[in-house]
């Protein structure tokens, strides 16, 4: 199957500070990355979608200008926390898509936590 | 705006039962239906489903969907802890505006205790 990785897997940083995960498609070239933040013991909610080479669309409640996302090529989406505070502590999962398909494939996610 | 709902949303079990999660929608312009179980990092996929009626089987793992009465069942039998997870439903954005976008369900956390 499509590998997908994001990098870092954990990071720990304080609050006030910003942080970015990157989302690459490794085998395939992506047309779409979905980002999701998942709490403890709960289902994926989906933050944004990640065109590469448009602005993201982001779902409603999410703050696109605290969680900035950039798709600067068709395998790399990257995702930015700004100002980050306690409560953005999360697991962050990011999903690339090849078109043609229904199948997303997962990356296997960012621990963060803020201190 | 597309609904994904499972249930139960959490199960505990021993090892040798079977189970059944149940997973219902509604969405505009069904396309099809995914599993995917999750352990400690990424979702991974199981099954995908698009005509009722028609089971696919994966080892102990066994799905079927029924689009008359829009929901799936998701079936394991001979737990192991292994299959210790949690499992979620999701369903593909139907109205055409957001091509890949998957809607996902509550999940179900199965708890397989030795």
């Known amino acids: 199957g499509a590998v997908v990785s994001q990098h870092p897997s954990r990071v720990i940083c304080k609050s006030g500070t910003s942080v970015k995960i990157e989302c690459r498609s490794l085998?395939?070239?992506?047309?779409?990355m979905f980002w999701y933040r998942q709490f403890p013991k709960q289902s994926l909610m989906l933050m944004a979608t990640s065109n590469e080479g448009s602005k993201a669309t982001y779902e409603q409640g999410v703050e696109k200008d605290k969680f900035l996302i950039n798709h600067a090529s068709l395998t790399l989406s990257t995702l930015t926390v700004t100002s980050a505070h306690p409560e953005d502590s999360s697991f962050y999962i990011c999903s690339a898509f090849r078109g043609g398909h229904y199948e997303q494939y997962f990356g296997p996610g960012t621990r963060l936590t803020v201190t | 705006e597309d609904k994904v709902v499972q249930s139960p949303l959490s199960l505990v079990v021993h090892e040798g039962d079977t189970v059944t999660l149940n997973c219902s929608y509604e969405?505009?312009?069904?396309?099809?239906l995914l599993w995917y179980k999750q352990e400690k990092k990424a979702p991974t996929f199981l099954f995908m489903l698009t005509s009722s009626g028609i089971e696919k089987k994966s080892g102990r793992l066994s799905s079927i969907l029924d689009k008359k009465e829009l929901f799936s069942i998701l079936n394991i039998t001979a737990t192991q802890t292994g299959d210790s997870a949690i499992y979620l439903c999701?369903?593909?954005?139907?109205?055409?505006?957001?091509?890949?976008?998957?809607?996902f369900g509550q999940g179900t956390i199965l708890t397989v205790h030795p």
């Open positions: 969405v505009t312009n069904f396309r099809s």
């Open positions: 999701a369903v593909p954005d139907g109205s055409g505006t957001s091509y890949g976008k998957l809607t």
């Open positions: 085998d395939f070239q992506a047309t779409t």
